[in-house]
């Protein structure tokens, strides 16, 4: 059965923690080209789209879903927000859990909004809001 409006609600258990320290934020802010000196040092914080890359680890169970029938090499990630607590940082272990929030289908097209809950010792300290695309499988090829 392939992922329908009836799916949206539905929750996934939480990703494997994903432990941020200040050698992993320095890469990152570093592919981006930002030299914001708050990046680096021992009280790290991490730059705001780093978030994705936690927020991403939490997107297989969506993927392993086989209800779902998704597949990440027809899936588009067309948009992107995030609702900041507090900066990840250096030392936090993150723990990441998916929810559907959303699903609309339109022909070969399905359109799913996802919400990750980023927590650190339980609490929140960011929710990523993410859209997907995803087009079916052509049948007819």
């Given at each position: ?84 607590h ?29 919400v ?26």
């Open positions: 059965m392939p992922i329908t409006t009836e799916h949206a609600g539905r929750s996934y258990p939480a990703a494997t923690a994903y432990r941020v320290s200040s050698a992993k934020i320095e890469e990152f802010a570093a592919a981006l080209g930002d030299d914001n000196p708050a990046y680096s040092g021992r009280n790290a914080i991490a730059p705001p789209t780093f978030a994705a890359v936690i927020a991403a680890q939490a997107w297989s169970a969506l993927f392993d879903d086989p209800e779902l029938g998704l597949a990440l090499h027809r899936t588009m990630h067309t948009d992107q927000r995030f609702t900041f507090r900066p990840l940082r250096d030392g936090d272990d993150v723990v990441a859990r998916l929810s559907i929030e959303k699903v609309r289908n339109r022909g070969n097209l399905d359109m799913v909004s996802v990750v809950d980023l927590a650190v010792d339980g609490s929140t300290v960011c929710t990523a809001h993410s859209t997907l695309m995803h087009t079916k499988e052509d049948s007819h090829v």
